[in-house]
């Protein structure tokens, strides 16, 4: 399933992440991908906390130097969770084989959400795995659309 909506601010893009995230289930791979500034990590952050994890949007940050941060018990102080969470941010990522040499494989599992940022620069690499794909761009100053694609039936958001 495919749709798109639009947020008016960086806190919208984080309630409709809590939203989103809180319908996943486990074992889906989201590939995030956008131009610099366009919403990813504050996306993300909502998903985080929609996914149980306390002070997602003062604790998650963007992993771009350790290229995966993990959201899962007694790995952050984010260990309310009820999925394990892995972000990985593929920013520094330079060739297909690196992104394979951080454990991508080892991440994906029933009891796990996989989150990719700058997910374009390695979206080969996932070719072959059912992955939900979200596209966020500038609309203005503060709003952001976000088009997401292979979206489960499951998930179903609105802006309130």
């Known amino acids: 399933?495919?749709?798109?909506i639009t947020t008016d601010s960086?806190?919208?893009?984080?309630?409709?992440?809590?939203?989103?995230?809180?319908?996943?289930?486990?074992g889906e791979v989201i590939a995030?991908?956008?131009?610099?500034?366009?919403?990813k990590t504050h996306l993300i952050k909502g998903i985080v906390e929609g996914l149980g994890a306390k002070d997602a949007a003062h604790e998650v940050t963007s992993?771009?130097?350790?290229l995966v941060n993990e959201y899962s018990g007694g790995s952050t102080s984010l260990t309310t969770?009820?999925?394990?969470?892995?972000?990985?941010?593929a920013y520094r990522i330079n060739s297909l084989a690196e992104f394979e040499q951080i454990g991508f494989d080892d991440y994906c599992f029933p009891?796990?959400?996989?989150?990719?940022?700058?997910?374009?620069?390695?979206?080969?690499?996932?070719?072959?795995?059912?992955?939900?794909?979200?596209e966020l761009a500038h609309?203005?100053?503060?709003s952001r659309t976000i088009h997401i694609e292979n979206a489960p039936e499951y998930i179903v958001c609105q802006i309130n």
């Open 81 to 89: 969770s009820r999925l394990d969470i892995y972000h990985i941010d």
């Open 111 to 134: 009891g796990s959400v996989v989150l990719i940022e700058w997910a374009d620069k390695v979206e080969s690499a996932l070719k072959g795995i059912k992955y939900i794909r979200i």
């Open 1 to 4: 399933m495919d749709f798109s």
């Open 10 to 26: 960086p806190n919208q893009t984080i309630k409709f992440g809590i939203q989103f995230g809180s319908q996943l289930r486990g």
């Open 63 to 66: 992993p771009t130097f350790v």
């Open 32 to 39: 995030l991908c956008g131009p610099l500034g366009s919403g």
């Open 139 to 142: 609309a203005g100053q503060n």
